[in-house]
């Protein structure tokens, strides 16, 4: 199972950035897929996630109307664009995927991104 991000850097505050997560070594279309941040010395939160199959997606409310998550199970990708960045989005970015196989759940992890916001 391999989870790459892509896209991280450095922006200035009020600019846009777009992550991308290309996945494989497992059922990406059946899987929800997620990006989570963490700031140092914190625990990782929730950023975003896209549920399988029917696409519905829920927010942090930090991000809610700057950030959309968005799939593309042919290319088996997930994407984060994320506007109106601020200092405080500073971060390391991690996909996640989850997926559930004979009721048993597996998680993978991407090796992380950073996006620093800063001028």
């Known amino acids: 199972v391999q989870l790459v991000e892509s896209g991280g850097g450095l922006v200035q505050p009020g600019g846009s950035l777009r992550l991308s997560c290309a996945a494989s070594?497992?059922?990406?279309?059946?899987?929800?897929m997620s990006w989570y941040r963490q700031f140092p010395g914190k625990e990782r939160e929730l950023v975003a996630r896209i549920v399988s199959p029917d696409g519905t997606t829920n927010y942090a409310d930090s991000v809610k109307g700057r950030c959309t998550i968005s799939r593309d199970n042919a290319e088996n990708t997930v994407y984060l664009q994320m506007n109106s960045l601020k200092a405080e989005d500073t971060a390391v970015y991690y996909c996640h995927a989850r997926e559930t196989i004979f009721s048993l759940e597996y998680e993978y992890w991407g090796q992380g991104a950073w996006v620093t916001v800063s001028s």
């Open positions: 070594g497992f059922a990406f279309s059946s899987a929800d």
